[in-house]
């Protein structure tokens, strides 16, 4: 019920090209999804969030779709540069029902070739 | 932008001896704060939530006699690795939240704690 079951474990684009992260939810609870970039050796930085009210939001080159019949919600990245390469860990959490905590995918290493 | 300072960002110490870790929110107050555990190419696991003058709440399986901490005030709080043994060798990072409840969580740089 608290996991967040992320995929694939690793991703590998050509520069230029569209890099796609999937993460799925079983607790319908969840109304807060967030995803975070880390660099080697850095803590995780947030990238984008998205609540269930709306089904996509996109901020530059990143965008999140969500699904809330299908309990699933993607990454994409547009144009994916070799500066995008890094772990990308989504998250769940139900901060407006009181949790603060919020529920970590596994990650998935990108990396975007030259 | 909201950020977090953790130190040390490294640290090396021997079997035995203890390490205390600093979480500081630098430009607003957290009234929640979260420490984590992470081993290489994984992912983060939640070790407790730290509120503002109240005792810690440790996730299941996470020894509290271990791992202090302590949330003094709304911009700090510590981590202490006490007795470390080189199991406790990881990644440790911070995390801060702020009001309202939809802020989000802001993370420190984390610490690489190696024990020899």
């Known amino acids: 019920q608290q996991q967040v079951k992320q995929s694939p474990q690793s991703l590998i684009v050509q520069k230029g090209g569209i890099s796609i992260i999937n993460c799925a939810y079983e607790?319908?609870?969840?109304?807060?999804f967030p995803w975070y970039q880390q660099f080697p050796g850095k803590g995780p930085a947030l990238l984008i969030a998205i609540r269930p009210d709306v089904s996509e939001k996109k901020e530059g080159r990143f965008t999140i779709s969500f699904n809330k019949s299908a309990k699933q919600f993607s990454l994409h990245i547009m144009d994916s540069q070799p500066g995008d390469s890094a772990t990308y860990f989504c998250?769940?959490?139900?901060?407006?029902?009181?949790?603060?905590?919020?529920?970590f995918g596994k990650g998935t290493k990108l990396t975007v070739n030259p | 932008g909201a950020v977090v300072s953790q130190h040390p960002s490294w640290v090396i110490c021997k079997s035995g001896t203890s390490v205390k870790i600093e979480c500081r929110s630098l430009d607003f107050q957290a009234t929640t704060m979260f420490w984590y555990r992470q081993f290489p190419k994984q992912s983060l696991m939640l070790m407790a939530t730290s509120n503002e003058g109240s005792k810690a709440t440790y996730e299941q399986g996470v020894e509290k006699d271990k791992f202090l901490i302590n949330h003094a005030s709304l911009t700090l709080s510590t981590l202490t690795v006490t007795s470390a043994h080189p199991e406790d060798s990881s990644f440790y990072i911070c995390?801060?939240?702020?009001?309202?409840?939809?802020?989000?969580?802001?993370f420190g740089n984390g610490t690489r704690l190696t024990v020899t």
């Open positions: 995390s801060a939240k702020q009001q309202p409840w939809d802020s989000p969580l802001h």
């Open positions: 998250a769940a959490g139900n901060p407006q029902g009181g949790s603060e905590k919020l529920v």
């Open positions: 607790n319908t609870a969840f109304d807060y």
